[in-house]
């Protein structure tokens, strides 16, 4: 199965409404099925990128006030995904595998693409607990935010990008990596080799064709 696509930043948008309603792998489940991730380029919605993503102000691990779109997305290419800190399974095995394709960037990390993790747990992660979480793990590094914030922004946004669930332990395991320059992206299983997501992404950073994923099984539940 084809899993590429390009289309503009409007259709990401509608595709992020679409996966709000429908959620997509939430820490997925044995009987969900990769093609569930495949993207389809969905009608032009009618919210711009910061309307839609919105402003709503998080907190980083440092503890840093932020606007979500305008000081975390814009102009940047991101790796998108939600853990939580008391999660023992699936969210330590994703920030490894993040780091491992952190080591596969090189240089281009932290300059060219950036990490931003974001907790379905705020009530519970302060920044201080994600930074904790974060330090234990090698994740704690310029170019890498972890946030969290006030429940209903942080619900807001993670329904936005099609991560919410109501069980904080449900939340989708995918990768969200989209270039905010170029207006092109896809959507990763995080358990494919590091190698693969790194090549992903260095073909994000410019004008590359993005070429087919392997289909793989999701990661198994938390």
Wanted: glycine share 6%; charged share 20%; proline share 9%.
């Amino acid at each position: 199965m084809r899993m590429d696509f390009r289309f503009p930043l409007v259709l990401l948008l509608a595709l992020f409404a679409l996966l709000a309603a429908r959620q997509v792998l939430a820490h997925e489940s044995p009987t969900a099925k990769p093609g569930d991730a495949t993207p389809t380029p969905l009608s032009k919605p009618k919210r711009d990128p910061q309307a839609y993503f919105t402003d709503r102000e998080l907190l980083t691990q440092d503890g840093a006030r932020v606007r979500f779109y305008s000081d975390v997305l814009k102009g940047r290419l991101v790796v998108l995904n939600t853990i939580f800190t008391n999660c023992e399974d699936a969210c330590p095995l994703i920030t490894t595998q993040m780091n491992a394709v952190r080591a596969k960037l090189g240089p281009a990390f932290g300059r060219d693409v950036h990490f931003v993790t974001i907790t379905s747990d705020p009530q519970r992660d302060t920044p201080q607990a994600l930074k904790k979480w974060a330090g234990r793990r090698s994740a704690d590094v310029p170019g890498w935010t972890f946030l969290t914030g006030k429940k209903s922004d942080v619900e807001h946004i993670l329904q936005k990008l099609g991560q919410w669930s109501q069980n904080i332990e449900s939340h989708s395991t995918q990768l969200v990596a989209w270039n905010f320059v170029t207006d092109r992206g896809r959507k990763m299983l995080p358990n494919l080799p590091p190698e693969t997501i790194a090549a992903q992404l260095t073909l994000l950073m410019g004008g590359d064709a993005l070429v087919p994923l392997p289909l793989l099984a999701p990661p198994p539940s938390n």
